[in-house]
């Protein structure tokens, strides 16, 4: 067979989305498989069983990153080009963030073996460990590439005690968190990196395309604003005298929301969470932990963003006669995705005779952002129905992922040095 | 001695108020004695023990009050004049709120049998049970009416279990909550009702004033508004297909806040409480479930506080494209005091040479508010240093708790037909 005429095999590919997505299922139609919980292990059990069912090489490394090489070089311990995804989700999420991008990459590699396809280099298929952030966003590929940072920075004990317990439990670490450093790989040793994955967004459904090419990744960075007030009688206290810690969270956050639409472009806050203490309904509130997040494509802007956002907090504290205290927890920088991964992706689209890929940039954080600064990265988005994800009716039209699946195939053989 | 010169102890009223601020004393310096835990059974036993070692005589009625009688007639079981207050506290609270009020009406009844005076009623000092709403806001004094209403309603299962487990605990109940039905008095067996209790806001404080007789108390209604959106990826989901719960909340508090202030004078809104669903950082709140509630003196007023308090939320909802539920938690009529005890409390003043009272309405809540439609009651405030309270550092002048006491002591010979 000419490899040109090479597809996945979208059965096989189906019976795996479908025992993934048993894995964890929760009541409402999505899945939780939070990063070392009982689910994510029983997942990690399930691929690295159909990574040897597929006649991979299977793969643990320090931070508990599961892969499956397949070989086509004299060891299995030369350089690979990665393919994959993560298996972990967020609290009762959908079944195709992450999903997707593992069993298709799975498939790939099944097929490209198969075929008795040579490339110049080995194909690894893996699943990077936490890329949602249950512990520490996109740990795995954080630890793959030797960007770990310290690992106890801006979290306080009770967390990293938590942390270090599931580690010990999932048996990641015997005794440390720095046994996980180990896991760093020399660049010379990835080949490129390659990730299918739902948009997340309605973009692509909206413009009824199918298929997108990612020109970059948004920034992130996340922060913890807690307001300080004082705790005091709801009915007595005179107006003058309340120091109302959510008070001054609420009109923060109503604020936020108004100004970075309006002044920041192609920017994104979310706060998705606020903690209030003492939390009773007949006492004002003492205490107002915001936990919250901007996003821009542009690292300068994104500054900028979060300058702004902190001030913004110190207005509404000082008009509310509160104290603040913000916390940068945590910073994603903005990436961009490499030129000769994007042309392989559209030489791919062009091969399978479909329209050139949309040229989309990424809102949500992916490994591939991770992975960019460090290898060759390039990453192929279908539409979300309705942009709706995070949410138990997170779905995806399944021509779309089998569509997917064969342009990540063409595009992961012409990438990896394959002549198509 | 002439009846007139009758004063109470100080230095007893001081030990009894030192035992008590340290039970359930907090590292901060406050008092956690939440109705119906270790420390109020603590609290309840002490004072228990103090009723007896001052020769009254203790009853426990079926909804846990706690009381000890001064028998001026043929028995304990004729009409009584009652005395008190509580012994529960809110969360890390002060240590004067309802302690002041049951030192004190235990130290009126020790200095009343001493000085052998006679009256025309038994006097009863009582501490009522969960007058903060641990579990049911006043549940003893409206137990003692026959104002229990429906102990279920608004409320889910699980709260209704843990609620019927810690009475069936502490020997409230032996089997189901009904049996607190039977601590309701007849009218007639209740003679009247006095209360000293610290103001908790800062009007007789900054006036410089040490003592006001209350002439009503604040109606007060507790609302959760649950505003209901749709989880999604913070990063990805579209400026106009975001139904997020939590911003259509900050919203709602900001302005309930803002309209309740400039609208409604002599009105109070307060948002003690806010739980987010799923409450992460990544995901836009599906849920955002808020606990609040608005005062004011007036029925009719407060009526239209709640209407507009309700069309607000509907607003806001409609303006986030959300959903939004209320339940009307918990209400509080507004009560009058008995024009005939406030004017025992301001002939009281005169006869002890004091200043005639200030006459304030009470922003907070009391058992006083259920007692009153019931039997003829009053209240006595005496002042907060700054206004604070249900904190750590509420506190007051320990002159103004005995002045207080005094001035309680003599309000109570009078209004129970004694003559001075």
Known sequence: MDTADLRINPDRLRADFDDLSAIGATAEGGVTRLALSNEDLEARAWFA???EDAGLVLRDDAIGNTS??????????DPSFLVGSHLDSSLNSGRFDGAVGICAGLECLRTIREAGLRLPVNLEVISFTDQEGAWQSMLGSRGLTGRLGDLTAHRDAETIGAFRAALFRTGIIVNDLHEMYQAARPPEQ????????IEQGS???RSGKRLASVDGVVGRTTYLITFLGEASHSGTTDFDMRRDALRGAAAFITEAHDTIYLDFPGGM???????????????????????????????????TMEQHLLALAGRYAGRYNLDVQDKRVQHMPAAEMSPRIMQAISDACAGLCLPSPEVLTSYAGHDAQILAPFTETGMIFIPSINGI?????????WEDVVLGANVLLHALIRAAGGSL
Not at 68 to 77: D, F, K, N, R, Y
Not at 273 to 293: D, H, R, S, Y
Not at 389 to 397: I, K, L, T, V
């Open 49 to 51: 069983n159909r990574i």
């Open 68 to 77: 499956g090489i397949l070989v086509m070089t004299q060891s299995a311990a």
């Open 190 to 197: 990835v080949a490129g990196y390659l990730e299918l994955h």
């Open 389 to 397: 994800s995070h949410n138990p009716n997170e779905d995806s039209r």
């Open 203 to 205: 973009r692509l459904y």
């Open 269 to 303: 806050f979310n706060c998705g969470k606020i903690k209030v203490e003492p939390g009773v309904f007949n006492t004002i509130p003492a205490k107002a932990a915001v936990l919250c997040e901007v996003r821009h494509a542009d690292e300068a802007t994104l500054m």
